[in-house]
């Protein structure tokens, strides 16, 4: 063996080489504590490439809004909160319409960016290339997602303030429950992108993402639909949103918050566990 090669073996046995870092064992596997890099690359990507899409992202639910709430809404009548108070249509669906902007923004950059750095940029393989562990990466991802979210659902708030659809104080509880949200669904999308291989794979999340936003109570209420039907719907991760965030700007509190609240903190535990676990599966072992 040559002397060169020597050194590159021995680099790649550090970890401070060519190859991957060695690992020992317990959470520092896992876990360096730095997910902030990961955000702070996002974000200048997001800054150089992605600000046009977002902005799409932000306009789209006050479309939405602007054409059924307000044109088709002045038809609709005897709608109600979830207190059985009534309420206009437009007020009805607004909080639908934020919880799904929460959903949206969380979703696609946890799947279809996460997709694209994971199988054509390569970029986890040099993340963890360096101190970085795969919680890292997960985590960082997922704050992107959830900032995503969040700035898309903060936004349609203050529109939602403009048209005075806003119809209790609690109303500002919508923000960190729409956080929640974004957080939620942007755990369980990074943990099923990891998953997926192929392009053909990705057309499964919108397959599902559609009939979700149709018929989580976002336009109608749930008891139009027959009983098997609103035992499926409840079962759904957005209408779980839907109900949560309509609960606080109407000011419908009741016990019923704390399970919505307990559905998306499982949602989170679940997503974190899985991700972390593929990819160091996929990157590590």
Same mark, same amino acid.
């Given at each position: 063996m040559s002397s060169t090669t020597a050194r590159v073996a021995a680099a790649r046995s550090r970890g401070d080489g060519t190859g991957p870092r060695r690992r020992g064992g317990g959470v520092r596997a896992l876990y360096a504590g730095n997910a902030r890099s990961v955000v702070v690359r996002g974000l200048v990507a997001t800054r150089s490439t992605n600000w046009i899409v977002v902005l799409t992202g932000v306009v789209e639910p006050v479309f939405y809004l602007l054409s059924l709430g307000v044109g088709l809404g002045g038809y609709v009548t005897g709608v109600t909160d979830p207190a059985g108070n009534p309420i206009s249509y437009a007020a009805f669906i607004a909080p639908a319409l934020l919880a799904v902007s929460a959903m949206n923004g969380a979703v696609y950059d946890s799947t279809w960016n996460v997709f694209f750095k994971m199988h054509f940029g390569k970029l986890y393989q040099g993340m963890l290339a360096t101190s970085l562990g795969p919680l890292d990466i997960a985590l960082g991802e997922i704050l992107l997602a959830l900032l995503r979210g969040g700035v898309y659902?903060?936004?349609?708030?203050?529109?939602?303030?403009?048209?005075? %659809?806003?119809? @209790?104080? #609690?109303?500002?509880?919508?923000? $960190?429950? =729409? *956080?929640?949200?974004?957080?939620?669904? /942007?755990?369980?999308?990074?943990?099923?992108?990891?998953?997926?291989?192929?392009?053909?794979?990705?057309?499964?999340?919108?397959?599902?993402?559609?009939?979700?936003?149709?018929?989580?109570?976002?336009?109608?209420?749930?008891?139009?639909?027959?009983?098997?039907?609103?035992?499926?719907?409840?079962?759904?991760?957005?209408?779980?949103?839907?109900? %949560?965030?309509? @609960?606080? #700007?109407?000011?419908?509190?009741? $016990?019923? =918050? *704390?399970?919505?609240?307990?559905?998306? /903190?499982?949602?989170?535990?679940?997503?974190?566990?899985?991700?972390t676990r593929r990819l160091r599966a996929l990157f590590l072992d």
């Open positions: 659902g903060t936004i349609f708030l203050v529109v939602m303030t403009a048209l005075g %659809l806003n119809l @209790s104080w #609690t109303a500002v509880l919508a923000l $960190p429950a =729409l *956080l929640l949200i974004a957080f939620g669904f /942007a755990s369980i999308g990074m943990a099923i992108t990891s998953y997926l291989k192929t392009f053909q794979h990705m057309d499964w999340i919108q397959f599902v993402m559609l009939p979700m936003f149709l018929l989580s109570a976002t336009f109608y209420p749930l008891t139009v639909y027959p009983e098997p039907i609103q035992w499926f719907i409840q079962a759904m991760p957005l209408w779980h949103g839907v109900e %949560l965030i309509r @609960s606080l #700007t109407t000011g419908a509190i009741g $016990p019923m =918050l *704390l399970v919505h609240v307990a559905y998306y /903190a499982v949602m989170v535990a679940i997503g974190m566990v899985f991700t």
